[in-house]
């Protein structure tokens, strides 16, 4: 089995393939994160940022500055930059104006609707949590087409702690009636990562989000790939 195990690393290292045998076959749920995930919205989240800046006489920001920002939810997107008397301003501006930019700029990565039809053909439960707020993941994912192959989805507005606490995957873990060996956790971000080991899921990182891939290898989740359609090859 130790052998097994190491052949399967060294050909997931060297050409990204392998034969899984970590019990993958007892997965019966896979919860998403969206953005940087499934979802490529950053042109519209650094449009709602940079409008938010503008209104109130900051500096723009570049849309790197932006992107390495997302993830911890609109709020802690916001606070970094603007004084503590204008977060509550910032944030209603950014939501009025992030409500418009989502239909307009953001599109799903490339095999992402692929992937979810695969796995919901093959009768995996699929489950989204994500940091960004509930109104606007609904706005995302009816825009997108892909609700629908969601059978639940949850937010970190809904719950105490958003991600890296692992409070997100609980609640989902619960609502299913799952174990966490039973489960599997696809992110894109360190604190995807971090969430995912404390709540004892194995967790896979895709390297199309915000997150250096420098910073992902020091996480060590369960695997690393960089396009979603590797997913695949693991279920």
């Known amino acids: 089995m130790r052998t097994k195990r190491l052949l399967n690393d060294l050909l997931w ?17 896979i919860i998403f994160d969206l953005d940087g995930t ?25 849309a790197l500055v932006i992107r390495r920002a997302v993830g911890w939810g609109d709020v802690n997107l916001l606070r970094p930059f603007v004084r503590d008397q204008d977060l509550r301003t910032a ?23 692929r992937v979810l039809c695969k796995l919901k053909k093959s009768n995996y439960k699929l489950a989204v949590a994500s940091n960004r707020p509930t109104r606007f993941s609904v706005i ?11 059978s639940y989805f949850l937010c970190a507005d809904k719950l105490k702690h958003g991600k890296p606490n692992p409070e997100i995957i609980y609640r989902i873990l619960r609502k299913f009636s799952v174990k966490p060996d039973q489960a599997l956790y696809v992110g894109d971000m360190v604190i995807d990562a971090q969430a995912g080991r404390r709540a004892g899921v194995k967790t896979v990182i895709v390297t199309t989000g915000s997150s250096h ?5 020091k996480e060590k989740p369960y695997r690393i790939i960089h396009k979603i359609h590797s997913l695949l090859k693991l279920v």
């Open 13 to 29: 290292e060297k050409c990204g393939i392998g034969v899984i045998i970590d019990n993958m076959k007892d997965i019966k749920l």
């Open 38 to 62: 499934l979802v490529d919205a950053y042109i519209a989240i650094s449009r709602s940022f940079n409008y938010v800046m503008n209104k109130l006489g900051y500096p723009e920001k570049s």
């Open 140 to 150: 995302l994912m009816r825009h997108l087409d892909i609700e629908k192959y969601f």
């Open 91 to 113: 944030l209603s501006l950014y939501r009025r104006h992030h409500k418009l930019a989502l239909v307009k700029y953001s599109r799903l990565l490339p095999h992402a609707v």
């Open 213 to 217: 891939i420098s910073e992902l290898k």
